[in-house]
């Protein structure tokens, strides 16, 4: 992790440095994510210290927030709140609530033939009627691929985790 506190118009002590890294360090191992650049810049302004603080993650995702307090301590403490609840939010809206029956995986099994058919997904009666995003924020670790009806145009449509982690998406037309 790179780790930089900085002041402005205020020298910042070791004593604050280290509390701010094992904070910060404690935050990353409460989400389970790494973080890769965190910077934080204190000033002080009159008789209130404003404390900024970024934070790039591992996965891609980056965290700003600032707050103010008339000591340094509790203004750089308020500011980690914000990203805290920044990252509970976005850790919130990737969780996935799937109904079981509406897509059944098979578990691949190393001891079948290489030329012999595969079920992959079987594709139930009563498919989920969403849209794409809402099925797309429906994929996670456990669930990779997601079969649904799309409600713009129902077709039966297909969203999956790529080797790449990035989303694919498959739309199908039934003919009727």
Known sequence: ???SFSGRHMEVGESLKSRAREACEALSLKY???FIDV????KKDGYLFYCDISVKTSGGSSYYAGN???DPYVSFDLTLQKID????RKKKSNRCYVKEHSLEIN???????ESAPMIVAEILDDLPLLSVV???KRLNEKIRVFIFENIANNAVNVVYTRSD???GWIDYKLKK
């Not at 910077?39 to 204190?42: L, P």
């Not at 578990?107 to 033939?113: A, G, H, K, L, T």
């Open 134 to 136: 809402d099925a797309a």
């Open 107 to 113: 578990r691949f099994d190393n001891s079948f033939e």
């Open 1 to 3: 992790m790179n780790f």
């Open 165 to 167: 982690n990035n989303i």
């Open 85 to 88: 609840q920044q990252m509970q």
């Open 32 to 34: 389970g994510v790494e």
């Open 68 to 70: 103010d307090a008339d």
């Open 39 to 42: 910077n934080a810049v204190i």
